[in-house]
């Protein structure tokens, strides 16, 4: 599953700002999931469980918490705010394009009000690290 | 606090650690031939017995699946994405995911879409992993520069003044970014074209102009098969060259 790769990604960044910020350990990683690349939350915990480094590192011990973010989609031409549940649904091989490339959205649906493709994901889209905290160090 | 951080740069490296060398082919101009120089360089390099990628980062007009024939559907996954196995070579491109629909993509998009291959993607063991870059000098030629700061460009032009105009900002911006240019390969060259601008817009730039490929008619028909490609007159001007880069 690829999602080992996006959370390798994570603990990676946060061992850098770990490094960065000079902290002993990491306590808390806030990680969001964007729903449009459709990674659930139990699949991400048990990539993040997969690849975490053992005792000893800075991120044994982190609390890795996992949400979804919901997908907002603003029209450039027509300004209608939208989700993804009220455009063309995405299925089979499309919602697996996606899941993979998330832009890739941009080929399969349309603003349903005006039926551009120019649209932005405004939030909701992948991964992304929302916060980390640690100990020992002058704060990350 | 960190708030809002994009963890996918953080692993770029650790994917491409395991690649020696990368190496984009450049124009910022269209229709130069790139893609034609990409995939047979790819093609090429297999041939002499090195392990090499592909990646087409022209991510809105992918063509390097036509021109090596390769089949359009996903990877396979495990520890992320492993590049499709083709004609000898570990070839990526946007094509896989996006089959024959077509995808209009803004900056931002542009850029997620180059991170998330780059932090998905697992290369392996490479000689060289040979980059298909878009033309024009916009968000990917930016985005390769940020995150593969060590890539080498191989730029390609025609005898075209029209061409070498654009050629000349592409090796103007490379210049200015201090990033490593291996040379000017001259495409379509006609026989009896005798024109010297190709040459001497490398030699402005203290560059080689590495040689130059010929207007190949049956470059078209041998398209879409890899060994009919390696034996056009194309690939026998290229082999020299993909020697002395992947030699290099």
Known sequence: MHELALAEAVLSAAREVAEREGLERVTKVAVRLGALQRISVPTFEFCVNEVRPGAGSKL???DVQ????????ACRPCGRHFGIEQANALEGDRAEAVHFIPELVHAFIACPDCASVDFEVVKGRGVLIASIEGEGGHGA | MVHDLDPRPSVIRDRLSGVARVVCVSAGKGGVGKSSVASTLALLGAEQGM??????LDLTGPTDHVILGARLGFPSEEYGIDPERHAGISFLSVAHFLGMDAAALRGGDVTNTLLELLA???????????IDMPPGLGDTA??????????AHLVVSTP????CESVRRCLSLLSKQGAPVLGVVENMKAKA?????????????GLRHLGSLPRDPDLESALGTPERVRATAFASALRPIATEIFGS
């Not at chain 2, 998905?120 to 040979?130: C, K, N, Q, T």
């Not at chain 2, 074209?193 to 402005?204: C, G, P, Q, R, Y």
């Open chain 1, 60 to 62: 044994a011990e982190a």
């Open chain 1, 66 to 73: 996992v949400e979804i973010e919901p997908v907002e989609l």
């Open chain 2, 51 to 56: 392990a090499v990628g592909l990646l087409d």
């Open chain 2, 120 to 130: 998905i993607a697992r290369w392996g063991a490479l000689d060289a992993l040979v």
């Open chain 2, 142 to 151: 930016l985005d390769v520069h940020r995150y593969l700061p060590k890539a």
């Open chain 2, 160 to 163: 075209s003044r029209l061409a």
């Open chain 2, 193 to 205: 074209d005798d024109s010297t601008e190709v040459a001497e817009l490398a030699a402005a730039f």
